[in-house]
């Protein structure tokens, strides 16, 4: 099934149990002093949850764009390493504001997943929150015994309250969670650790896909809970994953979603996917963030050097670091991936195809300027270790090209590497903490779903000299 039809059979099951299908929201947050992101389809709703407004429809469906790069939900670090954690992600979603609960959340996830995509029901695990006593949170037998009515009992895992219960923050709404995992092991694989249950360790073919959070309690300030009076359904699946278990491939990189893209990589760079590790870690990387960088400039937010913008341009920094260390390019690349994008996911977005001329020029401008500094960062390094006495760098210098010039330190290493030094990492990382405590107060803190930003020193942008029809762009000054 391709992935156009899987989102498609989703949206059409929960319209055919009366919801209301509504587009994606835009995936970078205009409005939201609280967060930069949407990092969960219930982002959008949080008002409904919160009972400060109430919803025209009880029941509500959609795939939205997600983004996990910052804040409580922060991905970035495993994307490419792993094989099912993506930057930016959809996630397909039903709700019930107030109207259906546990019985029927429960229910139609069983057949949407085992009657209409026809996963076999074998390789379906569940989890149900075991209660917390040090909080008085009990374990949801409610949710137990709906799910023993439609799967072994032995295949029913209590989860514990990171994994099984899901708040807001430290007060407002909040409930036990259920979700399902899939094992896609080959036999071989689950006869060598003896039928031992993975779900949780992860392993790249044991993941989980759905979340299904029963939203029932309202957390007070003095930490007690107590009943809502109207009960909400939240529930995220990963798109990408499922895409997973229906194409019966390993990765969500072997999907539709991404083999396009691959693809284009792969011709472009003269490199090929799945032979060597440390290349398709690369691939890897340059698929997944050219869609969080599309996607963020399709929804008007360029790179910058402040606040989200900042975000952005260090997620597109980070794939031409890739692109430039390990798929041997030195010239701009990234902005060829563009068309492919658009043709591929312009039809569920079509921001995407209607944004094209804005994002291909952005992204190759971003490159050529970070190449570029690139290009400095390599000439300094030679200077440094050309004075340098002895093998080790100093981690000072390290530092210094790290801050100016956007340097990582694996980068640094890597090519002092080749020219057999190595970097003094303690000096480095001294250089790097001393570096955190000063932004510290200047940053934002983050301490649940949402995200506080304080009063900051802001750095102007210098805007993009880019004409396009579509999106005006302001050019700012240093205040
Ligand atoms: P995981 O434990 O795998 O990190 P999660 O528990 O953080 O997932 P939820 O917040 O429950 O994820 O989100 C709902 C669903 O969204 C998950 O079940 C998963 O299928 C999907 N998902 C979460 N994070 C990602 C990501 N970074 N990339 C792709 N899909 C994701
Ligand atoms: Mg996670
Ligand atoms: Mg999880
Ligand atoms: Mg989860």
Same mark, same amino acid.
């Given at each position: 099934?391709?992935s156009q ?9 929960f ?7 509504v587009?994606?929201?835009p ?5 939201d ?8 389809? &219930? ?6 949850f919160l009972g400060n ?6 029941r ?13 939900h922060?991905?970035l ?5 792993? =094989?099912?954690?993506h ?5 397909l979603?039903?709700w019930?504001f ?6 029927e959340?429960?229910?139609w996830?069983w ?8 996963v ?5 695990y569940?989890t149900v929150?075991?209660?917390?006593e040090?909080?008085g949170t009990?374990?949801d037998?409610?949710a ?6 439609y799967?072994?009992?032995d295949?029913?895992? &209590? ?7 899901w708040?807001m ?6 409930g ?13 694989e ?10 949780n360790?992860?392993?790249?073919q044991v993941?989980e896909?759905?979340?299904? *959070?029963?939203?029932?309690y ?10 809502l ?10 798109f ?6 229906l194409?019966? *491939? ?9 083999t ?6 792969e ?5 090929k996917y799945?032979k060597?590790e ?7 990387v340059v698929?997944?963030?050219?869609r969080?960088?599309a996607?963020a ?7 910058s050097?402040?606040?989200?913008g ?12 890739y692109g430039?260390?390990?798929?041997n ?10 068309? =492919?994008l658009?043709?591929? &996911?312009?039809g569920?977005f079509?921001e995407i ?5 804005l994002?291909?020029n952005?992204i190759?401008?971003e490159e ?14 030679d ?6 006495n002895?093998?080790?760098v100093?981690?000072k ?6 801050? =100016?010039y956007?340097?990582p330190?694996?980068?640094t290493?890597l ?10 990492e303690?000096e480095?990382?001294?250089? &790097? ?6 932004s510290?107060a ?9 995200v ?17 029809t ?8 240093k205040v």
């Amino acid at each position: 099934m391709k992935s156009q039809d899987i989102r498609a059979k989703f949206l059409d099951f929960f319209k055919s149990k009366q919801h209301e299908i509504v587009p994606s929201a835009p995936m970078v947050l205009k409005n939201d002093p609280t967060l930069m992101f949407t990092n969960a389809g &219930m982002v959008p709703f949080k008002e409904f949850f919160l009972g400060n407004s109430t919803s025209k429809n009880g029941r509500v469906s959609d795939s939205q764009k997600c983004l996990r790069v910052s804040g409580k939900h922060n991905d970035l670090e495993e994307v490419g390493y792993d =094989t099912y954690h993506h930057t930016m992600f959809e996630m397909l979603g039903n709700w019930s504001f107030g109207d259906y609960f546990k019985k029927e959340a429960i229910a139609w996830a069983w057949e949407l997943l085992t009657e209409v995509y026809k996963v076999d029901k074998d390789i379906l695990y569940v989890t149900v929150f075991e209660g917390d006593e040090s909080d008085g949170t009990k374990m949801d037998q409610e949710a137990y015994d709906i799910w023993k009515q439609y799967i072994a009992e032995d295949r029913i895992l &209590m989860g514990n309250k990171k994994d099984n219960f899901w708040e807001m923050g430290e007060q407002g709404p909040c409930g036990p969670c259920s979700e399902i995992h899939v094992d896609i092991r080959s036999a071989e694989e689950k006869a060598k650790v003896d039928g031992k249950s993975l779900v949780n360790e992860d392993h790249p073919q044991v993941v989980e896909i759905w979340n299904l *959070v029963f939203m029932q309690y309202n957390r007070k300030a003095d930490g007690s809970l107590v009943e809502l009076p109207a009960k909400h359904i939240d529930t995220g699946m990963g798109f990408e994953r499922l895409c997973m278990v229906l194409q019966g *491939v390993q990765s969500n990189y072997d999907t539709d979603v991404f083999t396009p893209l691959i693809r284009e990589i792969e011709t472009i760079t003269g490199t090929k996917y799945g032979k060597d590790e440390k290349i398709d870690i690369a691939i890897r990387v340059v698929a997944d963030h050219v869609r969080a960088v599309a996607f963020a400039i399709a929804d008007g937010q360029l790179p910058s050097n402040n606040g989200a913008g900042y975000v952005i341009r260090r997620i597109l920094r980070r794939a031409i670091r890739y692109g430039f260390t390990f798929l041997n390019q030195k010239e701009p690349f990234i902005y060829k991936l563009v068309e =492919t994008l658009a043709y591929q &996911m312009g039809g569920a977005f079509p921001e995407i195809r209607k944004q094209n001329t804005l994002v291909h020029n952005v992204i190759k401008e971003e490159e050529t300027s970070f190449l570029r500094t690139l290009d400095q960062g390599l000439l300094l390094l030679d200077q440094v270790i050309a004075t340098t006495n002895g093998k080790t760098v100093s981690g000072k210098r390290a530092f210094e090209l790290y801050d =100016t010039y956007g340097f990582p330190l694996d980068l640094t290493q890597l090519i002092a590497r080749e020219k057999g030094y190595e970097i003094n990492e303690e000096e480095f990382n001294a250089g &790097m903490k001393a570096q955190k405590e000063r932004s510290r107060a200047a940053s934002a803190s983050e301490t649940g779903d949402w995200v506080t930003l304080l009063d900051d020193d802001v750095e102007e942008f210098i805007g993009y000299d880019i004409l396009t029809t579509n999106v005006k762009l302001t050019r700012y000054r240093k205040v």
